[in-house]
């Protein structure tokens, strides 16, 4: 029987499974915060990088993955938000944690124009556009010789050792400087990560997701019914400008080493990433920690095999595009009917009586 | 009052010229059919008017704002709405989801008015029992329909069917006409393209007829169909 024309919509979106996901995220979350408790410096090294790949790999997902801006010059603002810090706390006396956030402000400033060139491309030649400008943001820092020029420069122990929160993190867990530092640095990119995530997953649920949705599938038709999809596109660039550039900051305040060559890698900061974002499965929040996941495990057990490292993760990265094109996670989901993060929106009917 | 108004309007692809010279008005409330062989220029003109084309020449009003140069989201949010004659849905979202980002973005509406509103059209559109379908496993009438319905959930003053009965059936037809005959009750404003005259003339209460991109008769239905240009290029094709 039709619904009288009484009748009551609303939108459902949360299913028990997400409520159980959500108890469980907090959870993990809460334990992965305990680690530097029990474990050793080694543990906690390798899970900063972990989480950083993560937080660059949802933002580069949410870039490409949902907005379709595939860009290969994020690397540009890793790069920025390094260098930025390295200003900041060199030349303007911040503390590493203020100049951090500092540096997703600035990140933002510097992607408004750069969008405003890029934006004039499509496709291919987008691709190749944000590389080019990543080019002359590297050719642009090594111009200048406070921060080392073109062979870069060291944070000093005077900065490293003085980030708000040290000595109470040394008498809290009974550790010298350095451990007490990478156990900062740790809660930072944990955060980072964790927000990254949350802040893929709230804008995938709010109106803006819901534009990314429709321009994905019909750019011509989601502007007929009122999309603005320059507006929403220039959005989401920025705004993973923003995050990446604190990423950005966060890795360089950890390695405190800069040079205008490896903070601007295409390799290590968009390539590697794109690996993780392509085998995990592009399009979904969860395919970039399944693909970050898989990145780690090689680059632990395979990084010391040289080149066949790079060979058998082109060779994997095929592979998955061949049998697997939405990735590990997206060909798991598909099977089971998974989804961790429900961004779905159901009607539900009430009938008046 | 006219809510429409189209001057002097062109548009030429290459050698091809798709629309030449074209002005005609709508009035508020009006329901307007428009007839014409294939490559006439008729989905042209509808681009031309809903913003993803922009004319050579001409000038397009709409309230008497000048819209010429409007972007195709900024004419949605005026109250044009479209269908388009091939669907377009958003296949990886549900239908419930096609109408409720038209509502939001187009509408201007928060999430929760927008589920009233899109769940009375979807109702409306004889779509409810599909809301939480994926759009991409419709079957050609429900894609039809889930043009016009998502149309629809954008709240606009003026809407543009494109061969919105083609390709249906003899039944599935009339349950369309029905469909649109309640919604010009509604008050919105109708411009409907259609091949099939008869579902058209049971609807609209005058007739524009579109050759090689020229506007050749415009007026009452019967006296448009009757008349001796249309009547040449119909010869043999409707009764
Ligand atoms: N984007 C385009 N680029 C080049 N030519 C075009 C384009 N769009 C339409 N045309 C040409 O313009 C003319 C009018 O096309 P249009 O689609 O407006 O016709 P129509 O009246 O809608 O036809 P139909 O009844 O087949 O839908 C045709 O000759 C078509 O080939
Ligand atoms: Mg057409």
């Known amino acids: 029987m039709p619904p009288a024309a009484s009748a009551h919509y609303r939108i459902e979106r949360k299913t028990p499974a ?9 959870v993990l979350v809460a334990v992965l915060a305990a680690i530097p408790g029990f474990a050793g410096r080694n543990v906690v090294e390798e899970l900063i990088f972990v989480y950083y790949m993560l937080a660059l790999a949802q933002c580069w997902n949410l870039l490409a993955g949902y907005a379709g801006l595939v860009s290969i010059g994020q690397q540009a603002f890793v790069g920025l938000g390094g260098y930025l810090l390295f200003a ?50 590297r050719l642009g820092f090594a111009q200048f010789k406070r921060l080392g020029g073109g062979t870069g420069t060291s ?20 550790v010298r400087t350095p451990a007490a530092r990478d156990i900062i640095s740790y809660w930072v990119a944990l955060a980072l990560a964790a927000a990254t995530l949350v802040l893929v997953y709230l804008i995938l649920r709010s109106r803006r997701g819901l534009a990314l949705g429709a321009i994905r599938d019909s750019e011509d038709a989601a502007e007929s019914v009122g999309v603005d999809y320059f507006r929403v596109k220039l959005g989401i660039y920025v705004i993973t400008a923003v995050a990446t550039g604190m990423i950005g900051a966060l890795i360089y305040l950890q390695n405190a080493r800069i040079s205008p060559d490896a903070a601007f890698s295409v390799l290590n900061w968009t390539a590697y990433v794109i690996f993780i974002v392509v085998i995990g499965g592009i399009g979904t929040i969860e395919g970039p920690i399944v693909g970050t996941l898989v990145f780690y495990l090689m680059q632990r057990y395979l990084a010391s095999f040289g080149a066949w490292y790079l060979i058998v993760l082109g060779a994997l990265a095929i592979a998955v595009m061949l049998f697997a094109p939405k990735g590990l996670w997206g ?18 009917v009430k009938n008046q009586d | 009052m006219s809510l429409l ?10 050698s091809v010229v798709a629309a030449d010279d074209i002005a005609f008005i709508v009035a508020a409330g009006e329901a307007l ?27 397009i009003r709409l309230d008497g704002h000048d819209i010429t140069a409007a972007r195709p989201h900024q004419r949605c949010r005026a109250g044009i709405a479209r269908s388009y004659q091939i669907p377009r849905p958003f296949e990886n979202f549900t239908v419930f989801e096609n109408l409720l980002v038209a509502a939001v973005h ?20 004889r779509l409810l029992p599909r809301a939480n379908a994926l759009a991409g496993s419709l079957t050609l ?15 606009p003053r003026l809407l543009l069917l494109d061969e919105i009965a083609g390709g249906l059936t003899e039944s599935e037809c009339a349950e369309l006409v029905g469909t649109i005959k309640e919604l010009r009750a509604t008050g919105v404003t109708i411009v409907w393209i259609e091949h099939i005259v008869h579902a058209l003339v049971a609807v609209v209460d005058r007739l524009i007829v579109l050759n090689f991109g020229r506007k050749i008769a415009d007026g009452n239905p019967q006296a448009v169909m009757s008349s001796a240009d249309v009547q040449q290029i119909y010869i043999g094709i409707e009764a």
């Open chain 1, 18 to 26: 997400s409520y159980a996901a959500a108890g469980a995220a907090c």
């Open chain 1, 88 to 137: 900041l706390t060199i030349i303007a006396g911040l503390d590493p944690l203020v100049a951090i956030l500092l540096c997703g402000l600035i990140a933002a400033a510097f992607a408004l124009p750069t969008a405003l060139v890029v934006f004039r491309l499509r496709g291919a030649y987008f691709a190749i556009g944000t590389w080019v400008v990543a080019e002359v943001y």
């Open chain 1, 155 to 174: 944070l000093g122990p005077e900065i490293t050792n003085q980030v708000f929160g040290i000595e109470w993190i040394k008498s809290l867990f009974d």
């Open chain 1, 331 to 348: 060909y798991a989901a598909g099977r089971y009917g998974l989804a961790l993060f429900p961004i779905r929106r159901r009607l539900l």
């Open chain 2, 5 to 14: 108004e189209i001057h002097g309007l062109r548009k030429c692809f290459g």
């Open chain 2, 33 to 59: 059919g428009i007839i014409g062989p294939n490559g006439a220029g008729k989905t042209t003109l509808f681009n031309l008017i809903a913003g993803g084309l922009f004319p050579d020449a001409g000038t």
């Open chain 2, 106 to 125: 187009g509408g201007r509406k928060s999430e929760a008015d927008a589920a009233q509103l899109c769940g009375e059209i979807l109702n409306r559109c």
């Open chain 2, 141 to 155: 009438l429900e894609r039809k329909r889930l043009e016009m319905a998502r149309a629809l959930a954008t709240a």
